[in-house]
């Protein structure tokens, strides 16, 4: 199946300070990738689409100016959580899929902890 | 009403035997369903995804699908300890920007025991 490699797999930072998450589709071009976050026992929430080459579509209640998306190419797209506290540690995970309607290929998501 | 609505559960099974997980879903004009699998501290794995009315069937698992009562669920025969898991479903809506999106249940722990 398609992989899709998440980078990194943890961050411990303090608060105040930007965290850059990458995403990369390794064996396909992905021209949508999601990025979602996930707090301990819920469910995984859409933060926002990404599509090559456009800027992302924010979910309602996500702050753009907050965390950054770039989706410069087919294979990679990065998440950047602006000055950070402690309220944004989570679990983000990224999914990119090659088609509408097809299923989702998922990063192995990053641990954000928020000192 | 949420958008998609699974039993948190937890649902524990022996081992061998079915285990039986539902979800429903608002959007009436949802098209594609999934089934993912999570581990503890890991990212969802697909299972399963359905698309039509009825029932698919890979190896141990079958999904079931009803958009006239906006259901599909998961079966899971001779379970096994390793299916231990919270199993989330998603299902396929419009984004804002028109493009589609998946949503995703709360997820139900599954609990298998030897």
């Known amino acids: 199946g398609a992989v899709v490699s998440q980078h990194p797999s943890r961050v411990i930072c303090k608060s105040g300070t930007s965290v850059k998450i990458e995403c990369r589709s390794l064996d396909f071009q992905a021209t949508t990738m999601f990025w979602y976050r996930q707090f301990p026992k819920q469910s995984l929430m859409l933060m926002a689409t990404?599509?090559?080459?456009?800027?992302?579509?924010?979910e309602q209640g996500v702050e753009k100016d907050k965390f950054l998306i770039n989706h410069a190419s087919l294979t990679l797209s990065t998440l950047t959580v602006t000055s950070a506290h402690p309220e944004d540690s989570s679990f983000y995970i990224c999914s990119a899929r090659v088609r509408v309607g097809e299923k989702l290929f998922f990063g192995s998501g990053t641990q954000l902890s928020v000192l | 009403q949420k958008e998609v609505e699974q039993n948190s559960g937890p649902l524990s099974v022996p081992e061998g035997a079915i285990a039986s997980l539902n979800c429903t879903y608002s959007d009436r004009g949802s098209q594609s369903f999934f089934w993912y699998r999570q581990y503890s501290g890991k990212s969802p794995e697909l299972i399963m995804s359905i698309y039509s009315n009825g029932d698919k069937e890979d190896g141990r698992f079958t999904a079931q699908l009803n958009k006239a009562s906006q259901y599909v669920s998961l079966l899971i025969r001779d379970s096994q300890p390793s299916d231990s898991a919270t199993y989330l479903c998603a299902v396929s809506r419009l984004n804002q920007g028109g493009s589609e999106k998946l949503v995703f249940g709360k997820g139900t722990k599954l609990t298998v025991n030897p």
């Open positions: 990404s599509n090559e080459g456009s800027k992302a579509t924010y």
